[in-house]
């Protein structure tokens, strides 16, 4: 009789470390990649994973003065340090541009990882690293840290050893 008792119990904890596994796994998360200062405004690149996989690539914007952003762009950059960019108007969703952002206020521009992936890799140039670029109406251009993937197309900072 103990041994089907302790068999019992040790069922339930069993299940209930599997239900705690499957919550923690199904639980989105936006996780911090790159936070870059600059003296009109600060770009933070987000990812958001939910179930161990990344769902989207967070770009949020956040002004410390009156600024508006006519693209947000991808910089891929080489092993030989030759750039080349693409612009992602068309992949980021619910982004009327050009995008006024006031003084104390973010915006936040968000594309799908599955997008993202395809309109890289469709380009014919083989990159090392990519930048996440804001250029405003002046021109003038705000570049987010060096990142790069990883083999399990993972973001990651390439200086910082730092996965996701």
């Known amino acids: 009789m103990e041994d089907i008792i302790g068999y019992i119990i040790l069922f339930a904890l069993g299940l209930g470390a599997l239900y705690l596994y499957q919550w923690r796994k199904d639980k989105i998360r936006i996780l911090p990649v790159s936070d870059q200062h600059y003296q009109e405004l600060r770009l933070m690149i987000f990812i958001r994973r939910q ?50 952002i006031s003084s104390g206020k973010s915006s936040d521009f968000e594309v799908t990882m599955e997008k993202f992936r395809t309109e890289i890799t469709r380009q014919s140039q083989q990159f090392n690293t990519f930048r996440l670029v ?10 987010s840290h060096r990142l790069a993937f990883s083999k399990y197309w993972s973001v990651f900072k390439p200086d910082s050893g730092k996965y996701n």
């Open 134 to 143: 804001a250029e405003t109406i002046k021109g003038k251009k705000f570049k």
């Open 51 to 100: 179930h161990g996989e990344i769902q989207n690539l967070i770009f949020r914007v956040s002004a410390k003065k009156d600024i508006i952003i006519q693209d947000i762009l991808v910089e891929m950059i080489s092993s030989k340090q030759e750039t080349t960019s693409l612009s992602l108007k068309h992949l980021l969703e619910d982004s009327g541009f050009p995008v006024h």
